[in-house]
């Protein structure tokens, strides 16, 4: 069986919930349970980077390697900040490495 190329995914957390009450209680559950699937898809070799967007408390993003747009999804659908309605939107782009290895994408560049 043929091995499916990897891609990275950048997923864009936003439209951060305040329309609904949550107790303190609720938010340290998601929270640590959000930080759980983190642990979980870093384990697995899916999770490449995370973090909130400073300056944008409403805002976060996660870039993870799967084999499609709908394995991504997959992952951010099981993600609690999501399940429990912490944000209420995502967007997610797949995206093309810039690196040494691929002299940072000159020749896709210079070839147009």
Do not use: W
């Amino acid at each position: 069986m043929e091995n499916a190329k990897i891609s990275k995914f950048l997923i864009i957390y936003q439209d951060l919930n305040t329309e609904d009450t949550f107790t303190a209680e609720q938010v340290t559950d998601a929270t640590n349970a959000h930080v759980e699937h983190l642990k979980d898809l870093d384990s697995k070799g899916i999770l490449f980077l995370c973090g909130p967007l400073l300056g944008r408390e409403d805002k976060a993003m996660l870039i993870l390697n799967a084999k499609s747009y709908e394995e991504a999804e997959s992952y951010v659908l099981r993600d609690p900040f999501i399940v429990r309605k912490g944000y209420n939107t995502y967007l997610i782009h797949e995206i093309q490495e810039a690196n040494s290895a691929n002299n940072y994408l000159l020749m896709h560049y210079t070839n147009m």
